[in-house]
């Protein structure tokens, strides 16, 4: 990729002279942050052991964007995460739990605990008109492959990308990825393997593959319209529509409505090889619909919404989400995303209670700032997720609380998460050890520039 890279940059730069090489980068763009992330988490297991981590990190992004030349511009993103006065017992979500899973099978170890850095960005672009092609390493955030900026860095992908921006607000675009790199790695590996680990073969008959991305978009001033296909050959495809409504009226009252739809099925090599009693899913094959909503109404300063979620079941199939790619598109979403490690190496077919067959959520939420009182730049943020499944002995609670600063370039959080009967399953679908309590608190303090 980077051979690739470096000889188009080559090729357009022998095609201008000198003058125009060096407007090119003149006319550049440097941008940034500098982040400060703390995260400590207490989990009470069902037996009554307790666990507690934390760590502390500081680190960023640092980007530079060519000016245009004749419609191309290249780009690099520089990224790093440090960790510094770490325990005995590391909360590695903040620096190299990826890499950990990866290279030693579980995100304890020394290399979990590491701080690293990473070319996350580097393409080469190319705009006409209405049209744009991109190829190389990029931040995306689609609802089922996304950057997942909840932890310190962004998740990336890299491969091909085409758009067509269409009359009537209609946007039409195609990607063929071929590598996935996880926020809390510094490593990009093949995107299907990223997701099956050492069942890649098994599951699909090939060591590696790519994902082909088709979406179209519809938007004006209060609707909008998504439709995203990922279709991963040999290995499942998956289909999403989004639509939203949102209005504001002369009183200072606003609402708002959504809806999603996702379905996701096994194909070709997968298909035929998880519906073996024998497969690592005990004979599923991936099959899932699911259904989300939301409703939205704020007035002046204050917000508030409701949002419930269901993921059908079948207990003949593998009715949970796949969600190996940082995506977390559910409209009940908390803070902790309810698929907290599902996207790490080789964890594609387990799942996260929101996330399970058969998996109703309930969430509401309150958003209040503090213009009116003369508290300028702050915000609270109030959520509350029940999540009810027949698989589950209890309903699983989660609580969320931010209070959020931000003027100009600066911004802090610190947010609380509290959670009850936390549940998740096996490839299988098999309900894994409960935990009965897992509490969590994070400071993020970030400077953009």
């Not at 990729?1 to 730069?13: E, G, N």
């Not at 245009?68 to 780009?75: C, P, V, Y």
């Not at 690592?280 to 939205?296: E, H, R």
Request: aromatic content about 12%.
């Amino acid at each position: 990729m980077k051979k690739i890279l470096i000889a188009s940059v080559a090729l357009i730069a022998s095609l201008q002279g000198a003058d125009s090489i060096g407007s090119w980068f003149e006319e550049g763009e440097v941008k940034g942050n500098v982040k400060y992330y703390y995260i400590e988490t207490k989990k009470d297991k069902a037996g009554g052991s307790h666990t507690s981590a934390h760590a502390n990190s500081i680190g960023g992004q640092l980007s530079y964007t060519t000016g245009d030349w004749a419609g191309f511009q290249t780009g690099v993103t520089f990224m790093t995460t440090n960790g510094f006065a770490l325990p005995n017992v590391v909360d590695a979500s903040i620096i190299g739990r990826d890499n950990g899973v990866r290279l030693e099978g579980n995100p304890s170890g020394t290399i979990a605990q590491e701080s690293f850095s990473v070319l996350g960005e580097a393409y080469l672009k190319y705009n006409y008109k209405d049209f744009t092609a991109l190829y190389g390493r990029q931040v995306i955030k689609t609802p089922l492959i996304h950057a997942k900026e909840v932890r310190m860095l962004p998740s990336a992908v890299q491969g091909a990308f085409v758009e067509y921006n269409m009359p009537y607000g209609t946007t039409l675009g195609a990607s063929y990825l071929t590598h996935f790199k996880q926020r809390t790695s510094n490593k990009f590996i093949n995107i299907v393997e990223h997701a099956l680990g050492a069942d890649t073969r098994t599951v699909t008959g090939s060591d590696k593959g790519e994902v082909i991305v088709l979406d179209a978009h519809y938007h004006s001033d209060k609707t909008a319209v998504r439709v995203y296909n990922y279709y991963s050959d040999d290995f499942m495809n998956s289909l999403y529509l989004d639509a939203a409504y949102q209005n504001k009226l002369d009183s200072g009252i606003s609402y708002s409505a959504s809806a999603e739809y996702i379905n996701q099925t096994s194909i070709g090599h997968a298909d035929e090889y998880l519906n073996n009693a024998g497969s690592i899913t005990g004979g599923k094959q991936i099959d899932v619909d699911v259904i989300s909503a939301k409703l939205g109404m704020g007035y002046k300063e204050s917000k508030f919404s409701v949002a419930y979620s269901k993921v059908f079941k079948d207990d003949n199939k593998h009715d949970s989400l796949v969600l190996p790619w940082d995506g977390t598109p559910l409209l009940t979403n908390m803070i902790t995303s309810n698929d907290l490690f599902q996207s790490n190496y080789g964890q594609a077919l387990q799942a996260d209670s929101l996330y399970i067959g058969g998996a109703q959520g309930i969430k509401v939420g309150y958003t209040q700032t503090y213009d009116f009182i003369g508290l300028e730049g702050f915000k609270t943020v109030l959520a509350y997720l029940n999540v009810d499944n027949s698989k589950f002995e209890k309903d699983q609670h989660d609580y969320n609380a931010v209070l959020a600063y931000g003027i100009g370039n600066f911004s802090l959080a610190l947010k609380g998460i509290w959670v009850r009967n936390t549940m998740s399953v096996d490839k299988t679908g098999a309900i894994k050890a409960p935990n009965d309590k897992l509490t969590q608190y994070r400071v993020i303090a970030n400077y953009k520039f």
